[in-house]
């Protein structure tokens, strides 16, 4: 009698033990995407060349619920801010479901110059003091080094494209979410040959990740004008 008792709480402890033992899978994540772009308008009177990143909040149902500028360009935060409150998206999942994720954006106001030269970029805001209901992912990856794609056109426009980030910071990929003729093809040379990127992190971890960036084109300027600039 003592050995069988004792051999059915053996077996009655087995569920436990190994329950205690079992890993919880880790949690599975996809960015929200990028539906469709509308415009990038450039201020009339601004002159300002550059960058403004954005950390965006998109909810469940795909809206926009948050959008905070961490690299500032004066005369144009307002500008990359109004245009991607008009743009349309899907939501991100966790674990396959739709969840209230963030999503990194780099709107480059680009020189009416015909030619190309290196981005300079504004410090970024810290992430860690920022106010988020979303945990996934903890850092949301950046643009290291740039340049600003040249116009070869007789007009302006807004490129925009989705980027996906490997977790050790390599381009993977980069996909034209919004075309402009003539000017795509140049944005997404230069991307592909010399932007630079920092990975995302996820609990601690770098991961692979996706984020946007889009080309305000300028015009360039007549001949003549350029001319008088020398």
């Not at 960058?51 to 948050?66: A, F, N, P």
């Not at 905070?68 to 307002?78: G, K, P």
């Not at 780099?106 to 920022?130: D, E, K, R």
Request: glycine share 8%; net charge positive; charged share 15%.
């Amino acid at each position: 009698m003592f050995g069988f008792a004792t051999a059915i709480a053996a077996l009655g402890s087995f569920p436990i033990a190994a329950g205690q033992g079992h890993k919880a899978p880790a949690p599975t994540f996809k960015s929200a995407e990028v539906i469709s772009a509308s415009i990038v308008a450039i201020p009339f009177n601004s002159v300002a060349n550059g960058m403004v990143s954005l950390y965006v909040t998109i909810g469940k149902t795909g809206d926009v619920e948050d959008v905070v500028v961490a690299r500032e360009l004066a005369s144009v935060n307002d500008a990359a801010t109004q245009a991607v409150k008009s743009w349309r998206f899907s939501p991100g999942t966790l674990n396959g479901k739709p969840a209230v994720t963030r999503l990194a954006i780099a709107v480059v106001f680009c020189p009416p110059w015909p030619y190309g030269s290196q981005l300079t970029l504004q410090a970024l805001a810290p992430q860690q003091g920022m106010v988020s209901p979303v945990p996934y992912p903890s850092r949301l990856p950046d643009v290291t080094a740039g340049t600003f794609p040249p116009n070869v056109t007789i007009t302006g426009g807004t490129v925009v494209l989705k980027a996906a980030i490997s977790s050790s910071g390599d381009l993977e990929y980069a996909k034209v979410i919004k075309d402009f003729p003539g000017l795509t093809t140049s944005a997404l040379r230069d991307v592909n040959e010399k932007w630079k990127f920092n990975w995302a992190l996820m609990d601690g971890k770098p991961v692979r990740s996706t984020m946007v960036i889009a080309f305000a084109f300028r015009p360039p300027v007549s001949t003549s004008l350029r001319l008088s600039f020398r």
